[in-house]
């Protein structure tokens, strides 16, 4: 793909600001938020485990093992815990299963969305069937949190994988319009919610109107999986952060795309990992990329 191509398909990011881990929301320079105050808390993202099959023992599986060993093990503790999409490779009950019996193990609530490799043929309903539904919001110490599905499908010519539909762009108002705008607010998905890199489905159709929705909002955290990398952007009001995989990295398109991504068959860390957010109440958040090496 020659250079001028390539910046085409980069789309969004060209227009974005780059933000880095640890990071700040707030006024520039404030204090580092005390960690014993009855409104800081710790909040782990992860996601992509792409577990194979039912086997505890396969590398996707001892992974996502580690990576919830190391949520557990925090203090303070963890509050909450989100997955962001891909649990399994192809939807394999037993992976499923697998999966459900692993995150059993967590101290912290878990919270967890769908993403494509979660849905082939018909699964979804079994997705639903063991995690319940694919959206969520719900307010936690004065933020508010908001899970986005963002599988698709589609079989229009131009469509992708990925598209906030309709009734749910009509849901996701009707949830804003029941807190006020000045409440902080993270937005949890699967794929990333702006036009990444378009060859390899790294955006998601209906992207924009979300973002025309959260517009009066001050503070908006965008967190999302899929790219196996973490990829941090600012733009406006919103800053976006997508989450390493627990099972395997990728390049990030942003510094030139390789002829092919990495396979699947990684047996090393290195590259993998999650995120680890503080947040306040008052908006102020600091990160930690748990990345792994070896």
């Not at 959260?214 to 600012?234: K, M, N, P, T, Y």
Request: aromatic share 10%; proline share 7%; glycine share 10%.
């Amino acid at each position: 793909m020659d250079r001028r191509l390539f910046l085409k398909h980069l789309g969004f990011c060209l227009a974005a600001n780059a933000i880095g881990i640890p990071l700040t929301s707030g006024p520039s320079g404030a204090p580092a938020q005390d960690e014993s105050s009855a409104t800081t808390f710790k909040v782990a993202f992860l996601a992509d485990a792409h577990l194979p099959d039912g086997n505890p023992d396969s590398i996707a599986a001892r992974h996502l093992a580690l990576a919830l060993e190391e949520i557990n093990g925090q203090e303070p503790p963890v509050d909450l815990v989100f997955f962001g999409g891909d649990l399994t490779h192809d939807g394999n009950p037993k992976a499923l299963s697998l999966a459900k019996e692993f995150f059993s193990s967590l101290r912290p609530p878990v919270w967890l969305l769908p993403g494509e490799k979660d849905y082939p043929i018909a699964s979804g309903s079994l997705w639903t069937e063991i995690f319940g539904r694919s959206t969520f919001s719900f307010l936690h110490k004065g933020v508010h949190f908001i899970g986005l599905n963002t599988v698709h499908f589609g079989q229009k010519a131009g469509s992708g994988l990925f598209q906030i539909s309709h009734p749910q762009h009509h849901w996701l108002a009707a949830e804003l319009a029941e807190t006020p705008c000045e409440l902080p607010l993270i937005i949890v998905s699967h794929a990333p919610l702006y036009r990444l890199f378009h060859p390899w489905q790294w955006w998601t159709e209906g992207a924009e109107t979300v973002h025309d929705l959260l517009q009066a909002r001050q503070r908006v955290i965008l967190l999302h999986g899929h790219v196996h990398q973490h990829i941090g952007l600012e733009h406006k009001n919103l800053q976006f952060l997508g989450v390493r995989s627990t099972a395997w990295p990728l390049p990030d398109v942003r510094l030139g795309v390789p002829q092919k991504q990495r396979e699947a068959t990684a047996s090393d860390r290195t590259g993998c990992g999650w995120l680890l957010l503080t947040l306040n109440g008052d908006g102020a958040v600091k990160g930690h990329d748990c990345l792994w090496e070896g």
